[in-house]
């Protein structure tokens, strides 16, 4: 890596990063209304999650991003359990409710952490090369294809060459069963994105070009019913 991560805030808003069902405005209020309960999406993320951490190396990593920080679940299981002790963490959401309740959570770790309020934008206030791992679990489902793209490219940008880029997302079923529940989803999607909190299911391998980066690991994963991509890709 070239440098630590700046932690200075952004001197300019950036563009809307883009939805897939709901305005940047929605968004916010929605996670905002629903804060804490985000926890209880357990029932078929932790499955996916665990896949994640199996595979992304983060007792290798000294420097962590991730995209959609939620209520720190996921970062509290990684600086207590699988970063190296001097290892940090930066975490951005749109949720101002959500970034109160990581900051509650992670409080512990002190200055190894580093929160954002996210502004919509597709860039982030990180320098090139500046961390080893990037991860985003459960957000790309929400944006549109042009603005998933973005992401990925951030994530290139900000990831040090052989640094690990960490996805999950609901995905399309491949079995009769989870193919009737990616059906069902996508209906309530179409109907009104906000019942779903306006994720639908995605295919990931398609947004990450071969020439920029090299698939180390991927498996879709069920939990009670509900398909999950997760992805491991390295940059090359």
Same mark, same amino acid.
Not at 131 to 149: C, H, K, Q, W
Not at 195 to 214: D, F, M, N
């Given at each position: 890596? !070239?440098?630590p991560i700046d932690r200075r805030p952004p001197a300019l808003h950036a563009p809307e990063t883009g939805f897939a069902g709901l305005t940047t405005a929605q968004a916010e209020a929605f996670y905002d209304r629903h804060g804490a309960r985000q926890d209880h999406q357990g029932y078929y993320a932790t499955v996916a999650l665990t896949e994640l951490i199996l595979h992304a190396a983060f /007792?290798?990593?000294?420097?962590?991003?991730?995209?959609?920080? @939620? #209520?720190?679940?996921? &970062?509290?299981?990684? *600086?207590?359990?699988?970063?190296?002790?001097?290892? #940090?963490?930066?975490?951005?959401?749109?949720?101002?409710?959500?970034?109160?309740? #990581?900051?509650? %959570? *992670?409080?512990?770790?002190?200055?190894?952490?580093?929160?954002?309020?996210?502004?919509? @934008?597709?860039?982030?206030?990180?320098?090139?090369?500046? &961390?080893?791992?990037?991860?985003?679990?459960?957000? $790309?489902?929400?944006?549109?294809?042009? &603005?998933?793209?973005?992401?990925?490219?951030?994530?290139?940008?900000?990831?040090?060459?052989? @640094?690990?880029?960490? *996805?999950? +997302?609901? !995905?399309? @079923? /491949?079995?009769?069963?989870?193919?009737?529940?990616?059906?069902? =989803?996508?209906? %309530?999607?179409?109907?009104?994105? &906000?019942?779903?909190?306006?994720?639908?299911?995605?295919? $990931?391998?398609?947004? *990450?070009?071969?020439?920029? =980066?090299?698939?180390?690991?991927?498996?879709?994963?069920?939990?009670?019913?509900? +398909?999950?991509?997760?992805?491991?890709?390295?940059?090359?």
């Open positions: 890596m !070239t440098g /007792e290798q990593a000294q420097a962590v991003v991730e995209v959609g920080c @939620g #209520t720190g679940q996921f &970062a509290e299981q990684l *600086l207590a359990n699988h970063l190296p002790p001097a290892a #940090t963490y930066w975490g951005g959401d749109l949720s101002a409710i959500m970034l109160r309740l #990581t900051r509650q %959570r *992670l409080a512990r770790f002190g200055t190894r952490v580093t929160t954002w309020k996210a502004t919509g @934008g597709a860039m982030l206030p990180l320098g090139e090369a500046s &961390a080893d791992r990037f991860v985003s679990n459960y957000v $790309l489902d929400l944006l549109a294809p042009e &603005a998933i793209g973005r992401v990925v490219a951030e994530a290139h940008r900000i990831l040090a060459p052989g @640094g690990r880029l960490g *996805l999950v +997302s609901l !995905t399309p @079923g /491949e079995q009769p069963l989870t193919k009737l529940v990616t059906a069902l =989803w996508k209906l %309530r999607f179409a109907l009104r994105p &906000a019942l779903v909190g306006g994720c639908r299911p995605v295919e $990931l391998r398609p947004y *990450l070009a071969p020439a920029a =980066w090299k698939i180390s690991h991927r498996r879709v994963v069920v939990g009670r019913g509900i +398909s999950s991509e997760v992805v491991v890709a390295v940059k090359r």
